[in-house]
């Protein structure tokens, strides 16, 4: 079964100079609106959304990228965030994503109190908050503006003769809002660099993991804790997650997304930990049995050996001892297939043979003994031995006859030479 769930993030903020709405704490409906607020002496239109308090007046709640791209240039300018709390810095220009000044909703919306946590320059903020979902389940929080203002350092006011306005104390007038630019398309991380982009989060920023095999073993709200075999060590990330999901704790699935920078948490021991934070465009269910083939198969690309092997067809002459030509066999096909032990730092190789007995030149069947030698690089003897075939006669086949050789070191590359003639 597989599932691709999409994850947005989002942030909004309200628009209230009224009283709060019944109900706010417990959920409800939010009403579809639009509100116009002049913002250092220029209309700037919201769309909002509107609840009802006790005596059925309205308070209007906007998105907070909308205001932070509106306030952007100003003197109260101030940069988004979301690493599982929304995060908002005061002083930085904001960064646009290119949602802003759009409507994710049509039609009224049921909402809920939000439980994620807001800080203001890394200092938890208490900011009253609602959430809504869209249709994919993706949520947005939503803030009051005076409250908002108070916090962050802008007047917002009411007048019979203005309504709602904004005044931030900056000379200049608010920045436009631009028109979105795609954003450039990321750079896979090879797998066989995901535990280097595990375990130092800064190193593959903005870069993007394709279907990296994983174990969730912790979902808090706002995302997944996961556990990737990365090399011979377990290690952990975090994938930024806010959408509700089918997924349960010890799923096995793959994830996909941009790495967004450093994600810190604490134990219950109370250790901090720190690890890479995805932004997951999709997530899928898989199998333990294929994602155990994905992690051995990444162990392998840095912890497995290059064996070379000979070109095949091989032809191998069987002799007796008084050196009379006895059979003839063909190689046809050499499989290598290796495992990596941890425990050892070792590796170790099996080479499976497959081939048929092409002449038979004596009144009796035999098998065919395939003897392999293995050398290193530098031309050294590193193991020998024979495999054997079942007994067979002239045009019989076989396949699967297998040879191990123990103790390989990880890394290195090794040559195979088939004996083609033996007695």
């Not at 116009?36 to 309205?58: E, H, P, R, S």
């Not at 100003?74 to 940069?79: G, L, W, Y």
């Not at 595990?198 to 993991?209: A, I, T």
């Not at 096909?333 to 048929?356: C, H, M, P, R, W």
Request: with cysteine; proline share 5%; aromatic share 8%.
């Amino acid at each position: 079964m597989k599932k691709t769930l999409s994850l947005t993030l989002a942030f909004a903020l309200s628009l209230s100079l009224l009283t709060v709405p019944a109900g706010a704490t417990g959920g409800g409906t939010a009403y579809a609106s639009t509100q116009a607020v002049l913002v250092d002496g220029k209309a700037v239109t919201f769309q909002a959304y509107a609840l009802k308090d006790a005596n059925g007046n309205d308070t209007n709640y906007v998105k907070l990228r909308d205001v932070a791209q509106v306030l952007n240039g100003t003197a109260v300018q101030f940069e988004v965030g979301w690493d599982g709390s929304v995060n908002i810095e005061t002083g930085k220009s904001y960064t646009s994503n290119g949602s802003e000044m759009k409507t994710p909703f049509s039609g009224n919306r049921a909402y809920s109190p939000a439980t994620a946590p807001t800080n203001i320059n890394g200092s938890p903020a208490a900011l009253e908050a609602i959430v809504l979902l869209d249709d994919n389940g993706g949520a947005y929080t939503y803030y009051k503006l005076r409250d908002l203002g108070t916090a962050l350092g802008f007047h917002v006011d009411w007048t019979a003769e203005k309504g709602i306005f904004i005044e931030t104390g900056s000379s200049q007038a608010p920045v436009p809002t631009p028109e979105p630019t795609p954003e450039p398309a990321p750079v896979t991380v090879p797998e066989n660099e995901i535990g280097r982009m595990l375990k130092n989060p800064n190193y593959y920023v903005g870069q993007y993991v394709d279907k990296m095999p994983a174990k969730i073993f912790n979902i808090p709200q706002g995302g997944m804790y996961l556990q990737v075999n990365a090399g011979p060590d377990e290690v952990n990330t975090y994938i930024t997650l806010n959408a509700q999901t089918n997924l349960a704790e010890d799923d096995y699935v793959l994830i996909s997304g941009t790495v967004i920078g450093p994600y810190s948490y604490k134990t219950i021991s109370n250790q901090t930990h720190t690890v890479a934070n995805i932004r997951a465009s999709s997530v899928e269910l898989t199998t333990k049995a294929a994602v155990d083939a994905a992690k051995q198969a990444q162990t392998l690309a840095t912890h497995g050996v290059t064996i070379n092997l000979p070109s095949t067809p091989i032809t191998v002459q069987e002799h007796d001892w008084n050196d009379k030509l006895v059979a003839t066999y063909q190689i046809t096909a050499i499989d290598v297939k290796q495992e990596y032990y941890e425990y050892s730092n070792e590796v170790t190789v099996t080479l499976s043979f497959t081939g048929e007995c092409t002449g038979r030149y004596t009144n009796t069947d035999t098998n065919c003994e395939v003897i392999w030698t293995l050398t290193d690089d530098e031309g050294y003897k590193i193991d020998s031995g024979s495999a054997y075939s079942p007994i067979l006669s002239a045009g019989d086949k076989f396949r699967n006859v297998e040879a191990l050789i123990f103790d390989l070191e990880p890394g290195q590359t090794y040559n195979l030479d088939i004996g083609t003639s033996i007695k």
